[in-house]
């Protein structure tokens, strides 16, 4: 007969097992999401010239075994600085894996840090929680120190800088408000009004991109594309979402928008699988 310690032990193993599974697929289903403007999609690779659907799928998948040990890892525990380093320590070796994967293009810097909060958050809480609880407790590890982050200089520290804007740290410490307050609701808001599944995902992806400051889209477009991103979402929401046919039209204008201007909203598409994620893991709320 199993003991208590190897019951847990068996236990924590299932649930990273299926947090990893299913923060991969979630990777996997944004990529395949079309169409999405500007970025990388089963049309394409939209405003890129280093990235295709293979090579993001390559990289969703490389990135199983890191979901896998942040949840194992994150098992039960409490949000303190011991876990932030652990789990800083994860992600950079996930980072190193994608790069592995990818002969080096950065395909899901920014999922990396958003999916690896949100599966460690997940797992620390164990029992199924509602969304709102997991992104609190992923924001409870972003605003701890990681004092053994090495000190580089990224563009989206740059962009945050200069555009005075909030960028992912700021958007993970903040409990994810792109994903708790717009995308889910705008995701289950869109199935109930009766739109397909890939309608009400790329609904969920233009609430993002409303007002995300985009930190992908500022280093390639400034303020100009990001400008433009926020002004065509809104236009496809007003217009009643992607599922009607001046709304289709409206997310056609915004692609051809992103590729004349060269901006790729990543940050947003990062945001849309952690919400995806989270839609699959979490009990629903309201
Ligand atoms: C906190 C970190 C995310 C580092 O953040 P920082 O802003 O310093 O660094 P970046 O390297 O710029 O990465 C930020 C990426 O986050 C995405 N993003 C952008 N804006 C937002 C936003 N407002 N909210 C949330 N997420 C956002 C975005 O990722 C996507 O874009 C990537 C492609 O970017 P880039 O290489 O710039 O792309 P190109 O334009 O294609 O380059 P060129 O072709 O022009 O050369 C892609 O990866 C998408 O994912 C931003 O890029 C975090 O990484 C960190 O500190 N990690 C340390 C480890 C850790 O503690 N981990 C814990 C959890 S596991
Ligand atoms: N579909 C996509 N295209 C370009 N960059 C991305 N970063 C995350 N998902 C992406």
Redesign the pocket.
Known sequence: MATQPQRSAERAEKLALRLAERASGALIDEARLTPKPGLVDGRGSGA?H?LTLALMERSARALQPTFYA?ALNSWRRPADIALRQQ??Q???E?EARMMAATQGV?????????L??LVSAAAMLDDESTAQAVCQTAAALARLP?DR?PRTF????RA?QRYHV????E?AQQAFPHIAQLALPQLRRSRAAGASEAQARLDALMAIMTS?????VL??AGLAGLEAMRQGARQVLSAGGCGTPEGEQALARLDADMLRLNA?P??AA??LAATLFLDGICLPTD
């Open positions: 890129h280093d942040l789990v800083g994860l992600g950079r996930g950065n395909t899901h810097r920014g999922a990396i840090w958003a690896g909060l990681d982050a990224s563009k989206g520290l945050t909030p960028g992912a740290r958007e995300l400051s985009d930190t992908c280093s390639r790729s990543g940050g990062d945001l």
